[in-house]
């Protein structure tokens, strides 16, 4: 049986992550407040915005950008796609 946490993005009790995403505060807070499910929404969001956006993970503000993107994905409610973005 998986741990059980409270999600914040999903406002459900979820399966928990099986570890912290990342070391340091964030990471442990992101353990403790988002399911696994929350999590695999996140990498997913992550992806379309370095696709849509042509974002070079070597520049420190493309790294700034994803990491505000994922607090506001995670706990503010949602991030913004780009203009003119259409799913496939």
């Known amino acids: 049986m998986s741990n059980l946490v409270f999600c914040q993005k999903l406002k459900t009790e ?7 995403p990342f070391p340091g505060p ?7 407040n988002i399911s696994q499910h929350a999590w695999d929404l996140w990498l997913g969001q992550q992806t379309m915005l370095i696709n849509e956006y042509r974002l070079n993970l070597i520049d420190p503000q ?6 505000q993107e994922m607090q506001k994905f995670l706990f503010e ?10 799913p496939k």
């Open 14 to 20: 979820s399966a928990a992550m099986s570890a912290p």
């Open 62 to 67: 493309a790294r700034k950008f994803l990491a």
């Open 26 to 32: 964030l990471g442990e807070k992101i353990f403790q």
């Open 77 to 86: 409610g949602g991030s913004d796609t780009p203009p003119g973005y259409q």
